[in-house]
């Protein structure tokens, strides 16, 4: 037995050996990857579980990316992973821009075999974790445009391999880790946008294959280190916006392969090599604004033949003008504008020359700069006549020549510009007649021609510019001849200005049309007539006669009312705008009465008539009185006939909040606003007004626009608003309920949208209070405007990046962001919205129109504010005061919450740098939207931290 026992097993011994020598031959025939089946099942597994556990760590996902990450596939099929074809084992991880919110799991690091993960533009949030030091085959990270926390993972140290990293616009804070030093592999590295202090390390000298180094927008601090000249590969060197000090090494320039560098806002010294455009010949921008330069302008710039953008901006440059230089703005330089800037590369967008001593004409060759965006040589001493050649600058979106002694016509050409925003060309000496041919830019913002010798009449067709928006200022010249009629084109416009000048007539009609002015100004003219309604009225100096008209004091948007030196008479009312001395003006009109104490007019007789036999001036009369009370009549007899409609047609049926959404007519809409009852009216803006209405079954109280369709461009007002709110859903947008396009009582069209209604009002009301809203409750703390502000952030991010097409909201201010009972902010009014794919507008206008915003928050000063003149902005305003006198533009009613609260200088100083950021004058260096939101999160959340501890 026992002897056949060991048989058995000698026989299995030598089966075994035979299998096992088949076996290892086999192996011999395949290649590495299939040798160790058990290791590879191992490897798959756990790449398996590592993506499953990332799955757990997504809590939204709009877009349902990650439903495909289930058992029913294998995991090298879902999207986003790509697979090597043998191993099965993960390579890349790509999930960029899928609107994922979440964090990264420790067990990252299980997918060792990983050479790539992107991440970018998510909404990621956590610190990154240290396991990814695991990776030591990682070639690529990119996790940019998340919200990214804590520091930078040490134990990266171990992905030796890296080439590409970019961390830009994250809140990764404390320095750059010694230990980073191993990455001598990288080429791209961006840290932008972050909260990273201490100093730039030298030893990123040692990253010898590096291309684009981006550390801008963070704190660091201390001087440039001259080991990074040793970078002979360097192409894109960008430390802007820090706390940077000391003189630029001089081995930076020995990189001449460099085409981008800036090195702006820190607090830079010294003078530049004056060979600079030789030892950097591939220069294409070159930003150094905002610094404390000395010394003279480099003449050699002009061997940079690829150089498009220079910048030497608010800088401390003496000297004269040395050759052919780009810009110099606000310096000292003298002498004469070379000739041979002419001669520069055709490819130079920008020329910044304004705020020096430059005297002597702007050369005639300045017409082969074709590709230029920005000329700006404004505050010089410059005369002489402008050339006519330069309409040939037909790509110019912003041209300022204000503040200098340039004489003759302004030229015809000028029409040519069809790209031009802004023109500026006050306090010259231009004479003749404004060219009608600029009536051809028709995508003019702003046109200034104030102070100069025009003459002659206003073309009618600068009327037909309803681009303009933001200003349009013909005052202290001699025009004569009426205000055109079509005036009332101007929807859009906010600030009119023509006073000063020899204006004669009646004030039209159609100017109630332009319901967006906040300003309007007709001062020493020879007006006659009657008197329109608006939010800031200046008419004195004129010959408008007649009663004025208690109304007046019943418009709760009127803020100022200068009525002095004309010929009203009759008893002055009491009420609204009449009631504060410091708001209405009512000198040299002699005959008026009545009225409060402080303006010690004469009392008025009740007994007394007044007739038209009186001194009055030999003029046409149109009495405002009758006016009005003919106005009265016809409201009162079309509110009979509305109401004897009603009672033939019998009850309107009551329908509740959820019938509304399926569609209302036009006579529920009547009843609920009490008859568009004027005690309903809650505000009006471009295009219409809107009312306050209650939905009679169930008492929801909803907001009623009702569009002024006798206004030129309403109806596509309706159609646009209609379609930018039927394509987007966000909590920080106004919600529509219904729309209501039908006929009124007298057979008119009649169109109107049915918003959610916002309790706590625009946020004018509360950056503006009106005299009846200066209680203490109506005033924003400094996390109020904060919390607003990040919401507006929230919602131009969704519109402009989340949307299936991109929407730019063109007429973002304090009235069409409104506050629901939480506070909470809600940007409405799209009737000016543009969508991108439809018209060649600049996205970046979304950023521009924010900045602007917010800087209006914080300082509380309008961008129409009576102090910004000469050439000076709220951008300006702010950007002189920063860093250190930003206390000296904060609005003043946040001083208690500063001197509780020191904290809140140093956030202040943060938002005010996203402003500016955001309406920098050239597009690609505005701060992009989803970079906005996360900025203005990481100074809230610092905020509260120091709050909590």
């Known amino acids: 037995m026992e002897h056949s026992r060991t048989i058995r097993n000698l026989v299995l011994l030598k089966f075994l050996h035979g299998f096992f020598l088949l ?35 997504i809590t939204e996902d709009p877009l349902s990316v990650m439903s495909s990450w289930n058992h029913s596939i294998h995991f090298c099929s879902w999207v986003g992973i790509t697979c090597h074809r043998a191993t099965q084992r993960v390579l890349i991880l790509d999930l960029q821009d899928k609107q994922l919110v979440g964090s990264i799991p420790p067990s990252i690091g299980n997918l060792t075999r990983l050479i790539e993960i992107s991440l970018g533009i998510n909404k990621f949030h956590g610190e990154i974790p240290q396991e990814l030091g695991r990776l030591r085959t990682l070639e690529s990270l990119n996790l940019s445009f998340n919200s990214f926390g804590g520091k930078l993972p040490t134990n990266m140290s171990h992905c030796t391999q890296l080439r590409f990293l970019d961390l830009f616009s994250n809140k990764i804070i404390g320095s750059i880790p010694r230990q980073l030093s191993s990455w001598l592999s990288l080429t791209i590295l961006k840290l932008a946008r972050n909260n990273l202090s201490g100093t730039i390390p030298g030893w990123i000298g040692n990253f010898s294959s590096l291309r684009s180094l981006r550390l801008g927008g963070n704190n660091f601090q201390g001087s440039i280190p001259n080991e990074l000249g040793h970078i002979t590969t360097l192409q894109i060197f960008l430390v802007g916006e820090n706390n940077l000090s000391g003189m630029l090494p001089s081995s930076i320039y020995n990189i001449s392969s460099i085409y981008v560098f800036g090195v702006f806002m820190n607090q830079f010294h010294g003078e530049l090599p004056p060979n600079l455009g030789i030892l950097l010949p591939n220069l294409k921008e070159f930003y150094c604004d905002i610094n404390n330069f000395t ?13 498009q953008v220079i910048d030497f901006a608010t800088n401390d440059f003496t000297g004269t003008v040395p050759g052919e230089i780009l810009s110099l703005s606000i310096n000292r330089f003298g002498g ?25 004409s702007l050369p005639n ?17 410059l005369a002489g006549v402008v050339p006519e050649e330069i309409g040939k600058l037909e790509k110019i979106g912003q041209l300022y020549l204000h503040d200098n002694k340039f004489s003759g016509p302004i030229p015809s050409s000028l029409g040519n510009m069809t790209s031009l925003l802004e023109l500026s060309m006050e306090k010259n000496n231009f004479q003749g007649s404004i060219p009608p041919s600029l009536g051809n830019c028709q995508n003019l913002l702003l046109l200034s021609l104030y102070n100069n010798n025009l003459t002659g009449s206003i073309p009618q067709k600068l009327m037909e510019l309803s681009t303009l928006s933001i200003s349009l200022d013909l005052s202290e010249n001699y025009l004569t001849g009426p205000l055109p009629s079509n005036v009332g084109d101007l929807v859009h416009l906010t600030r009119l200005n023509v006073s000063n000048n020899k204006l004669s007539g009646e004030i039209p009609s159609t100017i109630s049309s332009c319901t967006s002015l906040g300003g309007l100004y007709l001062d020493d003219n020879k007006f006659e007539g009657t008197i329109p309604h608006l939010e ?72 007394k008539h007044h007739s038209s036999g009186g001194p009055f001036p030999p003029k046409v009369v149109i009495p405002i009185s009758c006016a009005l009370a003919f106005i009265i009549a016809l409201s009162c007899f079309f509110s009979a006939r509305s109401m004897l409609k009603k009672s033939r047609d019998g009850l309107v049926t009551s329908c509740s909040y ?50 002024n369709l006798q206004q030129q461009g309403a109806s596509k007002s309706f159609n646009d608003e209609c379609k930018a709110l039927r394509s987007v859903r966000h909590r920080n947008l106004v919600k529509i309920i219904t729309s209501c396009s039908s006929i009124d009582n007298h ?70 962001v409104l506050l629901d009972e939480d506070m909470v902010a809600h940007v409405g009014d799209f009737g000016l919205a543009r969508f991108l794919l439809e018209a060649s507008n600049d996205p970046s206008l979304s950023q521009t ?59 202040l100083f943060a938002v005010m740098q996203i402003g500016l950021s955001c309406c920098a004058i050239s597009p690609k260096e505005r701060m992009l939207l989803n970079m906005v939101v996360g900025k203005m999160s990481a100074i809230k959340d610092s905020y509260l931290k120091v709050q909590e501890g």
């Open 336 to 360: 004469e504008i070379p000739r041979s800037i002419a001669n520069l590369s055709t490819q130079l967008k920008t020329i910044y020359l304004g705020g020096n001593l430059l005297h002597g």
């Open 295 to 307: 010394g003279n302008i480099p003449v050699s710039l002009s061997n940079a033949s690829r150089l």
């Open 23 to 57: 076996v290892l031959c086999m192996m011999s025939t395949f290649p590495e990857s299939a040798a160790f089946p058990s290791s590879t099942l191992l490897g798959n597994e756990s790449d398996r579980l590592a993506l499953l556990d990332f799955k757990k760590r």
């Open 365 to 381: 060759g300045i017409g082969n700069l074709i590709n230029l965006t920005v000329l700006l040589m404004s505050n010089n001493y």
């Open 658 to 707: 959820k019938d509304w959404k399926l569609g209302v007519s036009y006579s529920q809409l009547v009843e609920s606003t009490n008859g568009l009852s004027v005690d309903n009216l809650i505000g009006s803006g471009s295009f219409g007004s809107v009312y306050k209405g209650v939905i009679p079954s169930d008492g929801t109280v909803v907001a009623v626009k009702v569009l």
């Open 849 to 907: 129109i924010y900045g602007i915003l917010l800087l209006e928050m914080f300082t509380g000063k309008t961008p129409t504010d009576d102090m910004f003149i000469e050439g000076l902005s709220i951008y300006k305003f702010v950007a002189m005061a920063l860093p250190d006198l930003v206390m000296d533009v904060v609005d003043p009613s946040l001083l208690l919450d500063l001197e509780a609260d020191g904290s809140v200088k140093e956030c």
């Open 536 to 607: 800031e009225l200046d008419i004195s100096s004129n010959n408008l006669s007649g009663q004025i008209p208690e109304f007046l004091g019943k418009l709760g948007a009127l803020k100022y009312l200068n009525l002095s030196y004309n010929d009203f008479e009759g008893e002055l009312p009491k009420e609204g705008i009449f009631s504060n001395v410091s708001s209405a003006s009512v000198l040299g009109n002699h005959r008026l009465c009545g009225g409060i104490p402080q303006l010690h007019l004469p009392a008025c007789h009740k007994n």
């Open 747 to 816: 057979g008119r069209d009649f169109k109107s949208l049915v918003f959610e209604f916002m309790p706590n009002g625009s946020l004018d009301s509360w950056l503006h209070p009106r005299d009846e809203d200066q209680s203490p409750s109506k005033r924003l703390n400094f996390m109020q405007r904060l919390n607003i502000a990040i919401d507006v952030a929230y919602a131009l991010d969704y519109l402009h990046n989340h949307c299936e097409t991109s929407i730019v909201h063109c007429d973002l201010k304090p009235s069409n």
